[in-house]
């Protein structure tokens, strides 16, 4: 096996590095990580790259540690390349915090490589991760639980703070490594901790993958085709996930939180494997701050969606947010959202008003002339989004707002007034919806218009009319 073209090839196909890139290669000093920056240093001129070096020393392991610095800053200065090496006392770092060792020292390492992208004006980090690594990955998450997006392993490329993670080794062994570090004479490091079984990857590594090879003696290969399928499958669920989402879910934002709504019966209509993607994702929108992606949690949401009794329903799924259940609308929101209240003015026709809380936009129009004449011809044909008023009966400014205890109308066709929460419960709005749709009064504080409920009987066009007060809503996104 050719190392060089091996990289090489995964470069190209997997589209890694372009021309003109600069890329921080992260260095340990063991040998996948030195193996990987000498074939980068050979591919330099080949790719039009440049490449820089960092290692981080986390002080784990004292004089061990130290060397292992060193090494990584001897063999970089003698390829000519720049190189970054920091120092922390993670022992002391951990004692301080509490955290968990392994996960303190990542945070720290691809803080620190972040930082010296940022130095050099790279866009992209190298990472040496290989297919051995690749296929302890799939074990330890299937050993521990996980679905299709965890059997895919570790990604090829990820981007992250706005600089791309690659890994071109990724479908390279370890034992491949080894031995072109050792026919071209490059120094390396091993790591005493890795011999270890002290963290759970180690266990796998020195037991467990040993162990189930003697059922399977390609068990690594194996491991890596399985996430080369998965991988592909997820992508693709991915993306359809997130078409179905643009489709089927309403975003609501009102500049403190987000809330996501969703027809029950069109979610019902959807493969299971889409619906629980689907509430992942709708999860990750509203809440990205916790992980609320477990199985017992999105099944509990599914079958509360899925549910046939039409009577409410409302759900705690994580401190903060809750799952509200209404007729045909589900909604996730967070739980300071549900009061929602907005007012706003319009003191002239020919506007257009954006109302974040609602989701929507109302446009204001004036008619005039020979196109108010057309529209007096047809302004009794019903549409939910629009209506139409005698301009000279309206009394300016306008107020838009949402709802309030006690509000009343006088509803086209009906004599007296009706109370809007009973038109509301007539028509089966869900309570939260109701809490966000506009209601339009004139200047006495006639309810005039709830747009997708009901318009007024005041101000009706006629025969007569000259000038038409046109109304019009749109929903927006964000």
């Known amino acids: 096996m050719d190392l060089l073209l091996e990289v090489e090839k995964a470069i190209r196909e997997q589209r890694l590095a372009e021309a003109g890139d600069r890329i921080v290669a992260a260095v ?47 063999y970089a200065a003698k390829l000519g390349l720049p190189c970054e090496i920091g120092r922390i006392d993670m022992p002391a770092i951990i004692a301080e915090t509490g955290m968990n060792a392994q996960a303190a020292a990542r945070e720290r390492r691809y803080a620190f490589l972040h930082d010296t992208a940022v130095r050099y004006g790279a866009g992209k980090i190298a990472l040496a991760h290989h297919a051995d690594d690749q296929a302890e990955t799939v074990l330890m998450r299937f050993l521990r639980g996980t679905g299709p997006s965890g059997l895919a392993g570790i ?14 080794l990724l479908r390279i062994y370890k ?8 026919k071209h004479g490059i120094p390396v490091c091993y790591d005493s901790s890795n011999g270890k079984r002290d963290y759970f990857r180690n266990e796998v590594r020195l037991d467990i993958v040993p162990f189930l090879r003697r059922y399977n003696d390609k068990l690594p290969e194996t491991l890596n085709r399985l996430a080369d399928l998965m991988r592909a499958e997820d992508e693709w ?24 709504s969703l027809s029950a019966n069109r979610f019902a209509g959807l493969h299971v494997a889409l619906q629980r993607r689907l509430i992942k994702l709708i999860l990750n929108y509203v809440f990205s701050g916790a992980d609320l992606s477990d199985f017992t949690r999105i099944e509990t949401v599914r079958a509360a969606i899925l549910r046939q009794r039409g009577e409410s329903l409302r759900l705690d799924l994580h401190d903060g947010l809750k799952l509200f259940r209404e007729y045909d609308t589900v909604r996730f929101a967070a739980a300071d ?42 302004w009794n044909i019903r549409r939910r989004d629009e209506a139409f008023f ?29 109370k809007v929460k009973d038109m509301f419960i007539d028509e089966k709005v869900p309570l939260a919806e109701r809490r966000r749709i506009p209601h339009v009064t004139d200047a006495a504080g006639r309810i005039l218009w709830i747009p997708g409920l009901r318009r007024s009987g005041h101000a009706l066009v006629s025969e007569q009319t000259s000038r038409v007060l046109a109304m019009k809503v749109r929903s927006i996104r964000g």
């Open 337 to 378: 959202s549900e009061a929602v209240s907005y007012v706003y003015g319009i003191d002239q026709a020919d506007t257009v008003l954006r109302i974040p809380e609602a989701g929507m936009e109302l446009e204001v129009r004036l008619i005039e002339g020979a196109e108010a004449a057309l529209l007096l011809q047809k």
């Open 390 to 418: 005698d301009f000279d009966h309206v009394s300016f400014p306008l107020t838009v707002r949402s709802r309030l205890p006690g509000d009343r109308m006088v509803p086209l066709g009906l004599k007296g007034t009706k």
């Open 175 to 182: 034992s491949e490594l080894e031995r072109h570090c050792a």
């Open 237 to 260: 669920m991915e993306a359809e996930t997130a078409r179905l989402f643009a489709k089927l879910v309403r975003v609501e934002r009102d500049g403190r939180s987000t809330a996501c």
């Open 28 to 74: 340990s000093g063991g040998p996948d990580s030195m193996a990987m920056l000498h074939v980068l240093f050979l591919l330099m001129d080949k790719l039009d790259i440049r490449l820089f070096v960092a290692h981080l020393n986390h002080g784990f392991r004292g004089a061990e540690s130290e060397r292992e610095a060193e090494t990584v800053a001897s």
């Open 155 to 168: 990604p090829v490329r990820r981007t992250e703070k706005k600089v791309e993670l690659i890994r071109p």
